[in-house]
């Protein structure tokens, strides 16, 4: 518990993910000896934080990973007394031992953050984008691999060889996604067609398309809606048909790929037809 709320805006946050917290915070409590029944992982926002932990005496300062183990005693006061802010992610033991029999691909283990603060920029940029997609409206399949991905740089684990059946693996996975990408097949159903753990399929897959799965579906949603704009459907109609959640949605992403709208696009197909087609 705090021994002070002098300045102190916390915020708990709805998440999509079962039994999953999220917590946004600003404050300049000094906070007393506790531990949580959680995994916490976070990301400092502004100012700094300095804490002790059964892992040492720590700092941790804007864009730094903080982490805890359920069970794990720790305090936390603000560096200078000036407030900081920070967001947590608070996992519950079932879904961090679940990432890390992935990450044991098949041995049982139970999954521990080996450091308290990481100063880690795509670490930070894996959460940042973990977070809005817990808090947010994100796809299960994206949510899972952001974890996956999050935890498995956390613990630090060094990259291991892809086995022999790696190509014909992926390919399974790649027409999981061909085959019907606007219906998302979850990680965990491409990953046991596949023969894989999740993990397994999210570095492998990343390995053989340059793209993770996420990425390769919205990529292939892209792609039908191009097709279906091309034939003169409507835009409503292309972002319902190739799985996006609205228009605006479609819009936001294909502005992102190709740097001009749907629309745009379209018209440039009533414009100046395709022969031959791509």
């Known amino acids: ?70 069970g794990e005693v720790h305090d936390g006061a603000p560096l200078g007394g000036a407030p900081r802010a920070w967001r947590m992610l608070y996992l519950p033991p079932q879904l961090a031992d679940a990432v890390a029999a992935d990450l ?50 956390l613990q630090g684990d060094a990259p291991r060889n892809g086995s022999a059946s790696a190509t014909a693996a992926i390919a399974r996975a790649r027409a999981m996604i061909d085959d019907a990408p606007a219906a998302a097949p979850s990680l965990a159903d491409m990953a046991a067609a596949c023969g894989l753990s999740r993990f397994q399929l999210v570095r492998q897959f990343a390995r053989a398309t340059g793209l993770t799965p996420h990425a390769y579906l919205i990529q292939r949603r892209i792609d039908a809606a191009r097709a279906l704009l091309a034939r003169g459907s409507t835009l409503a109609d292309a972002a319902a048909a190739s799985g996006f959640a609205d228009q605006s949605h479609m819009t936001r992403l294909f502005i992102r790929t190709y740097g001009i709208t749907p629309g745009a696009y379209a018209c440039n197909f009533v414009q100046y037809p395709l022969k031959g087609g791509r």
């Open 104 to 153: 044991g691909e098949g041995a049982r283990r139970d999954y521990a953050f080996h450091q308290p603060v990481a100063h880690h920029a795509a670490l930070a940029g894996c959460f940042r984008r973990l977070y809005a997609a817990v808090t947010g409206d994100a796809t299960a399949l994206l949510r899972e691999q952001l974890l996956l991905e999050l935890l498995h740089g």
């Open 1 to 70: 518990m705090p021994k002070s709320r002098k300045n102190a805006d916390f915020r708990i946050v709805s998440a999509a993910v079962p039994g999953v917290q999220a917590v946004e915070a600003r404050s300049d409590h000094v906070f007393a000896r506790h531990s949580h029944d959680q995994y916490g992982v976070g990301l400092m926002l502004a100012g700094g934080q300095t804490s002790s932990s059964g892992r040492g005496q720590v700092e941790a300062l804007a864009g730094d990973i903080i982490t805890v183990n359920p």
